[in-house]
Structures are given as structure tokens and as C-alpha cells.
């Protein structure tokens, strides 16, 4: 088994943005800068946030962190939107999710103007990511495909078991992984939760991509020897060996399902340092669109 180590290949892909922004201060342009918002006291989208804002630091990117309370009204958030959209020196804007339920996702999303939607998700650059065109692809998909690129991995022909058809992770993945591309080329199969035999479905998969926000979900008996494990999950679960009484998990059951595979990503030190290389490099490339000269 070998890990598909986030630490080492992040670390790699952030040297050669590092490198890149220093090019671009040399020649006198400005550098990148990453707007993120952020509304309530989600633990996790805090923690979120504050790397994704610690991350530009370390790259030499600008960054601005707008943090609201939960009860921030649709307008004012729309609003402050349309100001940054506006703005020049802005590259990337970025609002975390979940929002309060008071918020139209859907709204905040159309809002932010499609150049500088790093995350990918508004609709006009999920229709490019469709159709192959070049835009900002959603970070976490985006991550994996670095990752296996980084890897070497052939992907070519190979049966896939996407679970969970979230428009963030699972939906473009899916997309991702069956395109002409390398890799890509798989055969994907989507489960969810009115999947009939999903044990069967994954036994029969050489790349399993969890992403149902379920703890330890995937276990060794619906994994074939060989297969190829990317978890998405982040579960906080409780713990007795730890301080904090509280240990994150993935959506794959780790120490049993490990020793079965070719290569496996850990959780943490996996995909979630990839999400935040894929965001940074949708953030270099928005900002080389705005700067064109
Ligand atoms: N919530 C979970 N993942 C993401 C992400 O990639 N971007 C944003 N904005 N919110 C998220």
C-alpha cells in the first residue's frame, strides 16, 4: 500500500505557486488576491477559512477575510458581493458553505461574478467544466486530479464508484474522472443514498472517491484487493485518546481498509491539503486573466 500523501504533494504544487508569484512581483504586478467570506460560527468553515487565508500568506498572495455574524441579511451579503465583483484589485471570491438557512445558496453563488468564482461553482463555470472549456474547476475534484496526476497513477479504463453526488465534490468529480483526459478515461459510477447494492458496486471498483460525510462509511469487506481509496470525508468524531476528547475521520475506514489497497489518502494530511492547492492555483489563474496585458 502506498499513501497518496496531501503533505508532500501540496507542498510541491505550493513551491511551484510560490515560485511563480515571485516572477510576477519581479515584473511589478501585483499579486494574487483571494477575497474569502465567511458568515456564523461554524467550526469547520472557520477552520476552513483560516487556512484558506493562512495558505495565501504563505504564497505571497494578498487575502481579505470578512467574517459575518449568522444573522447577516441575503442583501447585505449580496451586496458586499457586488462590491468586490466590482472591485479591480480583486481576483477571487470565495463564500464558505454551508450558509445560514435564511441564505440562498444558490443566490450567493449566481452573485459573484463567473471571473471570479475560484470555487467553480457558479452555474457558467460548471457548464464550461462540462463542456471541457477552460475555467476554475471545483477545488476538491480539482485536488484528487492533481493528486493522481502527481502520482503517476494510470487511470485509463479503470472501473470507478463515486459516492455521494454533491454538486461540490461528487457531481464534477464524476465528470472529471470520465473525461478523455489522463488521468481520466474511467468508467464512473455515481452512488448515493437510493443506490441498491452499493457493496457490490464498489467491490467491483479499481478507485473508490468517498465523499458522503460519513464516518469510517467504506468499509474493508466492500473493497477489492489493489483498489485505489481517495477520501473526501472530514468527520469530528469522540475520541479517548485525544485532549480534545474529538478526532477527525474520513468517510473510509482506514486502519482496515488500507492494508487491502494499492494506494490510499489519509484524512487528515489527504485530499484537504489538495482542496486548498487547487483553490490557490484557480486564484493564480483568475488573477493571470485580470492582468493580461
Ligand atoms: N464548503 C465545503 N467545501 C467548500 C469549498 O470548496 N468551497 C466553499 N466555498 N465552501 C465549501
Known amino acids: 500500500m502506498q499513501l497518496l500523501d496531501g503533505k508532500v504533494v501540496s507542498q510541491h504544487i505550493k513551491e511551484e505557486i510560490k515560485k511563480q508569484v515571485e516572477q510576477l512581483t519581479w515584473a511589478g504586478k501585483r499579486p494574487p488576491h483571494l477575497v474569502a467570506i465567511l458568515v456564523g460560527e461554524n467550526p469547520a468553515s472557520k477552520a476552513y477559512v483560516g487556512s484558506k487565508v493562512k495558505t495565501c500568506a504563505e504564497l505571497g498572495f494578498e487575502s481579505t477575510l470578512i467574517s459575518y455574524d449568522a444573522a447577516v441579511t441575503e442583501s447585505e451579503l449580496l451586496l458586499k458581493i457586488k462590491e468586490f465583483n466590482a472591485n479591480p484589485s480583486v481576483d477571487g471570491i470565495l463564500v464558505q458553505l454551508p450558509l445560514p438557512k435564511h441564505i440562498s445558496e444558490d443566490k450567493v453563488i449566481e452573485t459573484i461574478d463567473p471571473g471570479k468564482d475560484v470555487d467553480g461553482f457558479h452555474p457558467v463555470n460548471l457548464g464550461k467544466m462540462m463542456l471541457s472549456l477552460p475555467t476554475f474547476v471545483p477545488a476538491t475534484p480539482y485536488g484528487i486530479m492533481l493528486m493522481l496526476q502527481h502520482y503517476g497513477i494510470k487511470t485509463a479504463g479503470m472501473n470507478c464508484v463515486v459516492i455521494g453526488r454533491s454538486n461540490i465534490v461528487g457531481t464534477p468529480m464524476s465528470l472529471l474522472l470520465s473525461r478523455n483526459t489522463e488521468p481520466g478515461n474511467c468508467t464512473v459510477t455515481m452512488c448515493h443514498s437510493k443506490t441498491k447494492d452499493m457493496k457490490a458496486l464498489c467491490k467491483e471498483a479499481d478507485i473508490i472517491v468517498a465523499a458522503i460525510g460519513k464516518p469510517r462509511f467504506v468499509t474493508e469487506d466492500m473493497v477489492k484487493e489493489g483498489a485505489i481509496i481517495i477520501d473526501v470525508g472530514i468527520n469530528r468524531?469522540?475520541?479517548?485518546?485525544?485532549?480534545?476528547?474529538?478526532?477527525?475521520?474520513?468517510?473510509?475506514?482506514?486502519?482496515?481498509?488500507?492494508?487491502?489497497?494499492?494506494?490510499?489518502?489519509?484524512?487528515?494530511?489527504?485530499?484537504?491539503?489538495?482542496?486548498?492547492?487547487?483553490?490557490?492555483?484557480?486564484?493564480?489563474?483568475?488573477?493571470?486573466?485580470?492582468?493580461?496585458?
Open 237 to 293: 468524531v469522540e475520541s479517548t485518546e485525544t485532549k480534545s476528547g474529538f478526532r477527525l475521520v474520513g468517510d473510509v475506514d482506514y486502519e482496515n481498509v488500507a492494508p487491502k489497497c494499492s494506494y490510499i489518502t489519509p484524512v487528515p494530511g489527504g485530499v484537504g491539503l489538495m482542496t486548498i492547492c487547487a483553490l490557490m492555483k484557480n486564484t493564480l489563474l483568475a488573477h493571470a486573466n485580470h492582468t493580461q496585458s
